[in-house]
Structures are given as C-alpha cells and as structure tokens.
C-alpha cells in the first residue's frame, strides 16, 4: 500500500530523496515494517480470534512488541537505549490530527502502528503506545491509509522536502496566515468561461495583492470554517 506513498509525486521524491544522486538527505528517512516479517510460525500469524467472542479478528501483541523492538534496534544500533521514538497508533478513537499536532511531532521520531481487522489486542497498545491519533471521525478498514495521511502532511512540512519551500508557508493552517484558510488562486487564462482574474492580481502592486491574498483568507476562512477564527489552539 505504501508505494501509493512512496512512489509518487514530491512527497515520494522527498522520501527518496537520500537515495536519490546529488540530491541531499533531507532528514526524512521512513521505512515500512511488516509485522508478518517478525512471526515465528510457518503461517506468519499476526491475528487471532478474540476473546469473549465477537467478529473478526484482532492482532496479536507478540509480533507488534517484536516489530516495535526490531525497529528500535535499527534505528538505535548499540545505542538502543538512548533511541527515542514515540509510538503512535492510529485509530478513529484517538486525538485528531491537525496541522498544530503535524508540527509538533515534527522534531521527534515516530513509529505509527497501523492496526487491521477489528484492531488490537488492548496490552499491546497499553504497553507500547505513547498516542493514539485519529484523522478523523468515520473508520478506515485500517491504519495504513491514516498513516499515509500523516506522512504527507509532515513530509511537506520538512524544509526543502518541496522543492518551493514558500508553498509551505502559505498552506492552509500555516503560521504564517496565522492559521487560516489559503486564498484562492488563478492561472491562464485572463478569463475563463466568462470569469475574469480578480484584477489586483494583474496589477503588478505586490502590496495590494498581499492585502488581497490576507482579505480573501480571513473571507474564506469565516465562510467555510468559522470555527478556526477564535480558536486558540
Ligand atoms: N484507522 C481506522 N480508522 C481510522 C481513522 N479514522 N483515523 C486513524 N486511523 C484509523
């Protein structure tokens, strides 16, 4: 699944960016672990029935604990006590994300723990889980796609990652539009379908434009998402 991740657009290059000739490591080093990797039976078994009954399965502590601890040791080689990693799992009953929680997790390391079938055994996740994040409130048939949501949204905020490290500071929620909406945007041509191009932004009076850009955040913001006006967060 992760290949969707991986192999595509200026997300994937910035994660193969250390891979890549005469291009600089940009700090992103994301590796997928498979669980079934670190199974010891012939099966590669990482679900089981529930206890008490019930539909589905659930996935077992044992090759989550082994797959976390292998993770560490690779990252950590002989210094794998002082590695420190935050374990995140992610499930719709956890906090939801946003680009406030986005970078703040971006100076840590981070294993995301997707779960499958029904989810996971409960001592697993109370043993190793520092966070549980949500990316919002409807279920996905499983972590993976949540944690690509994620690693999208965090590779973009690493610097350099997008080649026009601007683009970044005028994204929705950014600091720099003090977390509003982004404006809206225009390209060729002048009109389309009877539309012309706000004329400001042919003016070539990059005080007025900026204005603009500010007016038409602060409109869009209180139209679709009020919410983000008054809130502290
Ligand atoms: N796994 C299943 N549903 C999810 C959601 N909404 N957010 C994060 N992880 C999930």
Redesign the pocket.
């Known amino acids: 699944m992760f290949f969707a991740l991986t192999e595509h657009g200026v997300v994937g290059r910035a994660l193969s960016a250390g891979k890549l000739p005469g291009r600089a490591n940009s700090n992103i080093d994301f590796r997928v672990w498979n669980p079934r990797d670190f199974t010891e039976d012939k099966h590669k078994t990482v679900d089981d029935r529930p206890y008490g009954g019930g539909p589905g399965m659930l996935m077992m502590a044992k090759p989550l604990a082994t797959t976390i601890a292998a993770i560490r040791e690779f990252r950590g080689g002989f210094d794998n006590n002082n590695y420190r990693a935050k374990v995140v799992y992610?499930?719709?009953q956890?906090r939801k994300?946003n680009q406030t929680l986005l970078g703040a997790a971006l100076s840590e390391n981070i294993i995301l723990l997707?779960?499958r079938y029904e989810g996971v055994d409960q001592r697993l996740l109370d043993a190793e889980v520092d966070e549980e994040?949500?990316?919002?409130?409807?279920?996905?048939?499983?972590?993976e796609?949540?944690?690509m949501a994620v690693v999208d949204a965090l590779v973009r905020l690493v610097p350099g990652s997008l080649g026009n490290s601007e683009s970044v500071n005028q994204d929705s929620f950014s600091e720099q539009i003090d977390g509003l909406l982004d404006c809206p945007h225009y390209t060729r041509p002048e009109e389309y379908s009877g539309m012309a191009v706000p004329e400001v932004l042919l003016s070539g009076d990059h005080g007025a434009i900026e204005q603009w850009r500010r007016e038409q955040s602060l409109i869009a913001t209180e139209i679709k998402r009020p919410d983000l006006l008054n809130k502290k967060d």
Do not use: H, K, N, Q
């Not at 994040?133 to 972590?143: A, E, F, Q």
């Open positions: 992610l499930s719709p956890g994300v997707c779960g994040w949500s990316i919002g409130d409807y279920v996905l048939s499983g972590g796609i949540a944690a």
